[in-house]
């Protein structure tokens, strides 16, 4: 089990725990330091133990754990000794100082790809809550000029015709533009939420991969403990006293019990989780437009949000399949590729929720400019919506951590949605076409071929349909677990589980 994982969580927690590898880093080199300057200062020990044995004590001042206590006494013992000989020091540069020095190098070496790759996805996500928050910017001014100016050109009744017409295309014009910025806004918030999943997940993977990196320390450090031991043992009886009390140091080491103070000392709270919701500027009373441009607008949203809920339950079922073939095939994966898959159920659950959430806020929305009746979510008490400094609405969603998991929540996404579109005039889910990426006539590359291990029946018109045994061509790894490819000459996507590439 991993305590760490469960222990630091988000940037804080991260960052706790690389301030706590490092002074266990920084131990260690300490160490070593000392221990070959002990080996060097042997021929005036008297003089130079005192010295030494000070700083062991300050560099063991701020670490906790058992294995700390031995050390200590290595200390103390060093302030007892009064000689030692030529043999002694080449053993104590041997057998600890060089090798320990080895650790740390090795240990400093694995964990720079580790803080790495998180500090990574952690950029990512600021660019993608920068291009997020751009695009949601670019919607709300687009949406203001449209309908200012659409406002001057519907009341300008007998103005002259070449001045109406001119608007008119003004209109048309900033109608497309509108469109465009909806959907760019919307991949974004996905693409975000995506980025800050990758994020989290990182950081869950770093943990765990700290904590081996932690435990394998402790366990050498204990090890070059009792080595010191052996080596100062065959001294003589004036090291015999000194030496049973290092001993007791030595076998009070308790790996398992300095991992557990470590998290239950220096470990964050709890993690709630924080997702920021699409704020879509027609869900904003606050924002003047018109009523049915207003409802259209929110249905569109809903459209774009009910395919994505179709396609991330698509990819689910694609996971829990393989979750399926490792518990009858143990040996099909290795332990980190099976991890890795849970982890993806997850990621999929968190993406569901998120989307599910969107959903039922914009269908509440809804319903206050149709009359309808206001849809339910078990989440819903978990959003709040507030206003940044440029007045525009934030809506964030905090989920307890025993909640996050969760994946019925209970929700008809397809009752909702074709409520919210029963109206006066009928809506057509092609009106939202434009959400959508018709790559047909693009010349595509191919970057590789996969072959289907199960029957895929796609659901959305960009969305593939593959049987077992079929070879398609791949053009793209998409990010969100769906892969882009051709078959039978039709271009579209289809759901990574799917498929092993070849």
């Not at 008119?168 to 918030?189: I, M, P, T």
């Not at 025993?402 to 996404?413: A, E, R």
Request: charged share 30%; proline share 2%.
């Amino acid at each position: 089990m991993s305590l760490f994982r469960e222990s630091f969580w988000g940037h804080a927690g991260f960052e706790e725990l690389k301030k706590h590898v490092r002074q266990g880093s920084d131990f260690c080199k300490e160490v070593a330091l000392i221990i070959h300057e002990r080996a060097e200062v042997e021929s005036t020990y008297a003089k130079g133990l005192s010295k030494i044995g000070a700083r062991l004590a300050k560099a063991t001042s701020n670490i906790t754990g058992t294995m700390i206590t031995g050390w200590k006494a290595v200390g103390t013992i060093m302030e007892q000794e009064a000689e030692l000989h030529k043999n002694f020091a080449t053993a104590l540069y041997e057998d600890i100082s060089k090798p320990m020095k080895q650790l740390v190098d090795a240990q400093h070496k694995a964990r720079k790809p580790i803080e790495a790759t998180v500090d990574k996805a952690y950029k990512a996500v600021a660019d993608k809550r920068a291009d997020e928050y751009k695009a949601k910017k670019n919607c709300y001014s687009t949406a203001k000029d449209y309908e200012k100016t659409e406002e001057i050109w519907s009341s300008g009744g007998k103005g002259k015709d070449k001045e109406l017409s001119k608007l008119e295309g003004k209109v048309k014009k900033l109608s497309e533009g509108l469109r465009k910025a909806d959907q760019e806004y919307c991949e974004l918030s996905e693409k975000a939420e995506v980025a800050r999943q990758e994020w989290d997940f990182s950081i869950s993977k770093a943990c765990a991969q700290f904590q081996t990196l932690e435990e394998e320390r402790i366990a050498k450090m204990s090890d070059y403990l009792n080595q010191y031991n052996s080596h100062i043992s065959v001294l003589g009886p004036r090291l015999t006293q000194s030496c049973d009390k290092l001993h007791e140091a030595i076998l009070s080491v308790d790996m398992n019990g300095d991992i557990k103070t470590v998290a239950q000392q220096r470990g964050t709270s709890s993690n709630v989780l924080e997702q920021f919701l699409i704020d879509c500027y027609a869900e904003d009373k606050q924002f003047t437009m018109k009523t049915e441009h207003r409802k259209s607008t929110l249905q569109q949203y809903l459209l774009h949000l009910r395919q994505s809920i179709e396609r991330e339950k698509k990819g689910r079922e694609g996971v829990e399949k393989l979750l399926e073939v490792y518990k009858e095939r143990p040996n099909f994966a290795d332990k980190d590729a099976q991890e890795d898959t849970r982890q993806r159920i997850l990621q999929v659950t968190l993406m569901m929720n998120f989307l599910e959430a969107n959903h039922f806020k914009i269908a509440s929305s809804l319903t206050e400019f149709d009359g309808s009746q206001k849809p339910t979510h078990k989440f819903s008490q978990y959003m709040e919506t507030s206003r940044d400094k440029q007045g525009i609405p934030v809506t964030v969603m905090r989920l307890p951590m025993n909640l996050v998991s969760q994946y019925n929540t209970g929700y008809d996404v397809t009752s909702v949605t074709l409520g919210a579109l029963t109206s006066d005039e009928p809506f057509d889910d092609d009106d939202f076409d434009d959400f959508t990426n018709d790559n047909s006539t693009q010349v595509h590359r191919v970057i590789g071929k996969c072959r289907a291990i199960y029957d895929y029946v796609g659901n959305a018109f960009d969305e593939l349909s593959i049987k077992t045994g079929d070879t398609v061509l791949l053009y793209e790894k998409l990010p969100d677990g769906w892969w882009k490819g051709e078959i039978h000459g039709k271009v579209g996507v289809f759901p990574a589980t799917y498929v092993q590439e070849i």
